[in-house]
């Protein structure tokens, strides 16, 4: 059988159990996006999330759209070709790999997620740029050394010239933390929605900080 490109250097792959009978934390989130990986278990959970959290499909959906302004800004002002985007979660268009190779079609993004299911959805969905490259790996963010010497990873990038993330439901301080040592791009560290805000989702400018409490910011080294 042919090894998909974007799965050269990569272990074989193993079936995987989506367990569809049972909610998926990372479906619940494609739910909440409007997305469609997902199955009636997943989709019951978010309606139970929504009426615990009324502003939990606003939350999601201003995480992603930063995702997707911080991809634009590497991609387009910083000059950015090569991404890893660890915790990349079940596949919603735009993905980062649409959003950097509409710029830069030679881009290479490799996604990494510690959860097999993700992974499997993953696969199924991503498509590359002909003239760029994407691969999966399955990859846990406490072990940055594994991901560094993941052959997948290796086999499509030479070298990483940036890093994006973001962490939640922390404190401002220790989410600062997280930066340490990196120089924080302009507005520095801020709630996800005021970041380099370019779309205003209906309702989100009278949005206050705790409606949705998310920080984001990106880092770069000098
Ligand atoms: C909210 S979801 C995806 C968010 C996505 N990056 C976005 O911006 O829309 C978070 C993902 O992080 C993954 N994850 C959680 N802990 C992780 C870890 N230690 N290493 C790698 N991935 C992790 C989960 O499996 C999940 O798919």
Redesign the pocket.
């Known amino acids: 059988m042919a090894v998909p490109e974007d799965w050269m250097g990569a272990p074989p792959r193993q079936p995987v159990d989506l367990h569809t009978d049972r909610p998926h934390?990372?479906r619940v989130?494609d739910v909440l996006?409007g997305g469609k990986t997902n199955y009636p278990a997943d989709r019951e959970a978010a309606e139970q999330t929504l009426a615990a959290l009324p502003n939990a499909g606003a939350i999601?959906r201003q995480?992603?759209a930063?995702?997707q302004r911080a991809a634009r800004h590497l991609v387009s002002e910083a000059g950015i070709r090569q991404f890893l985007?660890?915790?990349?979660?079940?596949p919603?268009s735009p993905n980062l790999h649409e959003i950097v190779q509409a710029t830069a079609p030679q881009a290479r993004v490799v996604y990494?997620?510690?959860?097999p299911i993700?992974l499997a959805h993953s696969r199924a969905l991503h498509t590359s740029h002909p003239h760029g490259r994407t691969a999966y790996i399955q990859?846990?963010?406490?072990r940055p050394g594994e991901i560094l010497r993941n052959p997948a990873l290796r086999e499509v990038s030479d070298n990483f010239e940036a890093k994006g993330s973001?962490v939640n439901a922390r404190s401002k301080g220790e989410v600062l933390r997280f930066f340490h040592g990196l120089d924080l791009v302009d507005p520095g560290l801020t709630v996800v929605h005021r970041w380099r805000p370019d779309t205003v989702e209906v309702g989100a400018a009278g949005w206050s900080d705790a409606d949705i409490p998310l920080y984001a910011g990106l880092g770069r080294t000098s």
Do not use: P, S
């Open positions: 934390a990372a989130y996006l999601a995480n992603r930063f995702m985007d660890i915790g990349t979660g079940i919603t990494a997620d510690n959860d993700v990859a846990d963010l406490c973001h």
